[in-house]
């Protein structure tokens, strides 16, 4: 089974704050991507990456920033964290060869 | 670009009814089609996909198929279980082969089962 781990399933952040989201996959997938989930408005794609070092922009990269320097990890920053950002945040993997993503558990963070 | 509608929530059922969730798409080229189930507190699971026109996708008594020409992906279940409820979205890929390959999602449904 594809296992995606998010590093935290709550967490609690001030305004102003750098926070860290960390996501990781063991199945060698090439595809990493980094989701918001808000109520009314679904999944929003906020940046995704298909290689090592290599990142893309999705529909709101405002405010978010991304690192993979290792195939297996995929961190999303909110450099200064503000309270529009409290959301639920989803990692998803998919390999090139096969058409669906899998997801982790979630982190739900809240910026107070 | 690509977009995916589903009908809003939440929807109420009895356990034992019969269970319609619409979704219609937006899309270039051949898209595939997907139904993920988010159950409480949970990330996102694949419910079934169907990846060109006329396939059916089916999985726990779930079912949709490809309609290219009404472009809808409408999830049915005949006898829906308390267990059943959770949120559904609503997902295409868009067929680009290589990197990226993004997902599109609806905004989703809540579905609840009452006994």
């Known amino acids: 089974d594809v296992k995606v781990t998010q590093s935290s399933r709550y967490l609690v952040k001030r305004t102003g704050e750098k926070v860290f989201l960390e996501c990781v996959q063991d199945m060698d997938h090439e595809n990493m991507f980094w989701y918001r989930q808000d109520p009314g408005l679904g999944l929003r794609l906020i940046y995704f990456s298909y290689d090592v070092k290599m990142k893309e922009k999705g529909d709101i990269p405002e405010g978010y920033s991304v690192s993979r320097e290792k195939k297996e990890r995929f961190s999303l920053i909110l450099e200064s964290a503000s309270t529009n950002q409290t959301s639920m945040y989803l990692c998803a993997t998919r390999s090139t060869m096969i058409t669906e993503a899998f997801f982790g558990q979630g982190t739900r963070l809240t910026v107070v | 670009g690509d977009s995916v509608t589903q009908m809003e929530g939440p929807v109420t059922l009895s356990e034992e009814a019969f269970l319609t969730i619409n979704c219609t798409y937006t899309?270039?080229?051949?898209?595939?089609l997907f139904w993920y189930v988010q159950y409480p507190g949970e990330g996102l699971q694949l419910l079934l996909k169907a990846t060109k026109a006329d396939d059916k996708g089916s999985n726990k008594g779930f079912e949709a198929t490809y309609r290219k020409e009404t472009t809808s992906f409408h999830l049915e279940k005949g006898s829906v279980q308390v267990s059943d409820s959770a949120v559904y979205f609503c997902?295409?890929?868009?067929?680009?082969?290589?990197?990226?390959?993004?997902?599109?999602f609806g905004t989703g449904t809540q579905l609840k089962v009452e006994l």
């Open positions: 899309a270039t080229g051949y898209p595939s």
């Open positions: 997902a295409l890929s868009d067929g680009v082969t290589g990197g990226g390959n993004k997902l599109t």
